[in-house]
């Protein structure tokens, strides 16, 4: 069984940084297509950003070029580095994971998990 906890959410200023981080127990990250999800209030869960089993990482045209998601394997952690905060990245952040041998480079519908975390807050001040 795998279980992920989320952790590094917080309320910041447009333009600031954050990263939140997935810690995953049960299964070292390098195992494990993961991805990170979010959902505004009133709003459909999007995928973010996705990392499949080795370090192949996509994401979501919203968010290109001011987030980076990473795997830190050694402490079996799942990270997302937000830069360049908009109001509009304002939601609940989840950490997701599934296993997939193959790419998970296009997994951005939720349905395709099978794990997922409690979530933590982002809000974003204008």
């Known amino acids: 069984q795998v279980q992920l906890v989320e952790s590094g959410g917080g309320s910041v200023q447009a333009g600031g940084s954050l990263r939140l981080s997935c810690a995953a127990s049960g299964i070292p990250v390098s195992v494990l297509c993961m991805a990170w999800f979010r959902q505004a209030a009133g709003g459909k869960r999007e995928g973010v950003a996705i990392v499949d089993s080795g370090i192949t990482a996509s994401y979501a045209e919203s968010v290109k070029g001011r987030f980076t998601i990473a795997k830190d394997t050694a402490n079996y952690t799942l990270l997302l580095h937000m830069n360049g905060l908009k109001p509009e990245d304002t939601a609940m952040y989840y950490c997701?994971?599934?296993?997939?041998?193959?790419?998970?480079?296009?997994?951005?519908?939720?349905?395709?998990?099978?794990?997922w975390g409690q979530g933590t807050q982002v809000t974003v001040s204008s």
């Open positions: 997701a994971a599934t296993f997939q041998s193959t790419s998970c480079a296009n997994f951005f519908g939720p349905d395709k998990y099978n794990y």
